[in-house]
């Protein structure tokens, strides 16, 4: 009847779950997530029952709600073996996934029995009738599945760890998994060139807490090495090694390490291993491209005149790499404005554009994204294509994006360079001057400005838009 399945859906939407989590597939690569999930269930088997219950709802995103109640029945079985004392609690996510998958395969009696079991477990736990209850399990649980949705999450993520904290300072996974969300924020800070959130003392704490975790202590490695402590860094990458030799998720850490650090092919040995145990992973296939970037610049840089045929091979490894990354991870903007510029190198003009426009169109690029490509397409339009009015078209729209980052600065500097260069060839063109006149506007240089404005409207006086833009700026002195 109609007030039955009313009531079935209002006790559905109190569960607290992946489903009324706000998880959308739209953010995210299903096939991706999938893989990286499987992996994770292969190598940090203390967190099967958080990542089974993530694999359960990924499969039902991808509309195999048969495969969604298998991985459920695997996080049962992990709870029983792992908590067996614990389990009233441990399984109250997997029990709410379980209500909601019924529930879309139409077995409501099923989904109305899972959400007895959750009331039931819910009342033995906090002596009262209520059934929201507030565990710091569950705060963690959610803020790792909001990690692994990515970027746009990870605001959300940070709020559960700190909830979850508040109940238990000192539990090892809820200071690991606060680590790593800080520390993924204040890498997208750095590069919106903002202030940065200390991530380096909750990375040492989490390491204190949990002396065997290893794929933290290579984060607390690479945070090291940012703020220029290499030596300690690779103490820490050492140990981390010597402890899980095999294990993937230190090694694609420590290469970054070297590859940053200068020592290319100690990178490059250490991913090839890793690509061993798991070769699906974006990652490594990325870290790979880049390593081979590195050895294309230091093949230009040491040579004057590089082997041909050396340059060639470089090109060709870094392009399969990014592709193959692309190809399992389709939302992968870097790798994608890698790739356009690696087919640039190549001379692969077609290609690159083509490569340039989808990476446009990716549905979940931030601001600063949106200016890194606008930056690398204008260096494209000018370095490449020989079109300077191209190149500054493009510059301008990420200038116009008003937020600081990278891809902004790489824009300004760009612009500025650019027009002064046409200045001084004495090509004296009005619309030069206005348009760097823009560009130190924009920049917050309203003398500059001002002065470009004049030098502008001397060489086209009628020019309403030069006009009017002077006329403000003096108005703002």
Same mark, same amino acid.
């Given at each position: 009847?109609?007030?039955?399945?009313?009531?079935?859906?209002?006790?559905?939407?109190?569960?607290?779950?992946?489903?009324?989590?706000?998880?959308?597939?739209?953010?995210?690569?299903?096939?991706?997530?999938?893989?990286?999930v499987?992996?994770?269930?292969?190598?940090?088997?203390?967190?099967?029952?958080?990542?089974?219950?993530?694999?359960?709802?990924?499969?039902?995103?991808?509309?195999?709600?048969?495969?969604?109640?298998?991985?459920?029945?695997?996080?049962?079985?992990?709870?029983?073996?792992?908590?067996?004392?614990?389990?009233?609690?441990?399984i109250?996510?997997?029990?709410?996934?379980?209500?909601?998958?019924?529930?879309?395969?139409?077995?409501?009696?099923?989904?109305?029995?899972?959400?007895?079991?959750?009331?039931?477990?819910?009342?033995?736990?906090?002596?009262?009738?209520?059934?929201k209850?507030?565990?710091?399990?569950?705060?963690?649980?959610?803020?790792?599945?909001?990690?692994?949705?990515?970027?746009?999450?990870?605001?959300?993520?940070?709020?559960?760890?700190?909830?979850?904290?508040?109940?238990?300072?000192?539990?090892?996974?809820?200071?690991?998994?606060?680590?790593?969300?800080?520390?993924?924020?204040?890498?997208?800070?750095?590069?919106?060139?903002?202030?940065?959130?200390?991530?380096? %003392?909750? #990375? @040492?704490?989490?390491?204190?807490?949990? =002396? !065997? $975790?290893? /794929?933290?202590?290579?984060? +607390? *490695? &690479?945070?090291?090495?940012?703020?220029?402590?290499?030596?300690?860094?690779?103490?820490?990458?050492?140990?981390?090694?010597?402890?899980?030799?095999?294990?993937?998720?230190?090694?694609?850490?420590?290469?970054?390490?070297y590859?940053r650090?200068?020592?290319?092919?100690?990178?490059? %040995?250490? #991913? @090839?291993?890793a690509?061993?145990?798991? =070769? !699906? $992973?974006? /990652?490594?296939?990325?870290? +790979? *491209? &880049?390593?081979?970037?590195?050895?294309?610049?230091?093949?230009?840089?040491?040579?004057?005149?590089?082997?041909?045929?050396?340059?060639?091979?470089?090109?060709?490894l870094?392009?399969?790499?990014?592709?193959?990354?692309?190809?399992?991870?389709?939302?992968?903007f870097?790798?994608?404005?890698? #790739?356009?510029?690696?087919?640039?190198?190549?001379?692969?003009?077609?290609?690159?554009?083509?490569?340039?426009?989808k990476?446009?169109?990716?549905?979940i690029?931030?601001?600063?994204?949106?200016?890194?490509?606008?930056?690398?397409?204008?260096?494209?339009?000018?370095?490449?294509?020989?079109?300077?009015?191209?190149?500054?078209?493009?510059?301008?729209?990420?200038?116009?994006?008003?937020?600081?980052?990278?891809?902004?600065?790489?824009?300004?500097?760009?612009?500025?360079?650019?027009?002064?260069?046409?200045?001084?060839?004495?090509?004296?063109?009005?619309?030069?001057?206005?348009?760097?006149?823009?560009?130190?506007?924009?920049?917050g240089?309203?003398?500059?400005?001002?002065?470009?404005?004049?030098?502008?409207?001397?060489?086209?006086?009628?020019?309403?838009?030069y006009?009017?833009?002077?006329?403000?700026?003096?108005?703002?002195?």
């Amino acid at each position: 009847s109609n007030i039955s399945m009313n009531s079935l859906k209002s006790s559905l939407l109190k569960l607290e779950c992946h489903f009324t989590w706000t998880l959308l597939k739209q953010d995210v690569d299903l096939g991706h997530l999938e893989d990286t999930v499987d992996d994770q269930i292969e190598f940090f088997v203390e967190s099967n029952i958080t990542n089974y219950n993530l694999l359960s709802y990924v499969c039902h995103l991808k509309g195999s709600n048969e495969e969604a109640l298998r991985n459920l029945q695997k996080a049962e079985a992990a709870a029983q073996k792992d908590h067996p004392d614990e389990i009233d609690w441990r399984i109250l996510v997997t029990w709410g996934n379980y209500a909601w998958i019924y529930y879309h395969m139409k077995r409501y009696e099923e989904a109305q029995t899972y959400i007895n079991k959750v009331e039931n477990s819910c009342k033995k736990l906090s002596n009262t009738a209520q059934w929201k209850i507030e565990l710091p399990e569950i705060y963690a649980e959610q803020g790792w599945a909001l990690l692994k949705f990515g970027r746009k999450y990870y605001e959300r993520a940070k709020d559960c760890f700190e909830t979850a904290l508040k109940n238990e300072p000192n539990n090892p996974r809820f200071n690991a998994g606060y680590a790593i969300v800080m520390y993924r924020l204040e890498d997208f800070s750095l590069r919106q060139c903002e202030e940065v959130i200390p991530s380096l %003392e909750l #990375l @040492k704490r989490a390491v204190e807490l949990n =002396p !065997k $975790s290893t /794929f933290i202590m290579a984060l +607390l *490695a &690479l945070k090291l090495q940012d703020v220029k402590q290499v030596d300690e860094g690779e103490r820490y990458i050492e140990e981390a090694m010597q402890i899980t030799p095999d294990l993937p998720y230190v090694q694609r850490y420590a290469a970054k390490f070297y590859r940053r650090k200068g020592d290319v092919d100690k990178a490059r %040995e250490i #991913l @090839k291993k890793a690509l061993a145990v798991t =070769p !699906k $992973s974006a /990652f490594l296939h990325h870290q +790979l *491209a &880049l390593c081979y970037k590195g050895k294309l610049y230091q093949l230009k840089n040491t040579t004057r005149y590089p082997p041909q045929e050396q340059v060639e091979e470089v090109i060709r490894l870094a392009i399969f790499h990014l592709k193959t990354a692309i190809a399992q991870k389709a939302k992968f903007f870097s790798a994608y404005m890698e #790739l356009a510029n690696m087919y640039a190198q190549g001379r692969r003009y077609k290609e690159a554009e083509e490569t340039f426009q989808k990476a446009f169109q990716i549905n979940i690029l931030f601001d600063n994204d949106k200016q890194e490509y606008y930056y690398h397409y204008g260096n494209f339009q000018c370095f490449h294509m020989k079109s300077e009015s191209e190149a500054i078209r493009y510059y301008l729209e990420g200038l116009k994006i008003e937020k600081e980052s990278y891809g902004r600065k790489g824009c300004r500097n760009a612009l500025k360079k650019l027009l002064e260069k046409r200045i001084q060839r004495g090509l004296e063109d009005a619309t030069d001057f206005g348009t760097l006149g823009l560009v130190h506007n924009l920049s917050g240089e309203t003398h500059e400005a001002i002065e470009c404005y004049e030098k502008a409207i001397a060489l086209c006086p009628n020019n309403e838009e030069y006009l009017s833009a002077l006329c403000e700026l003096r108005l703002s002195i």
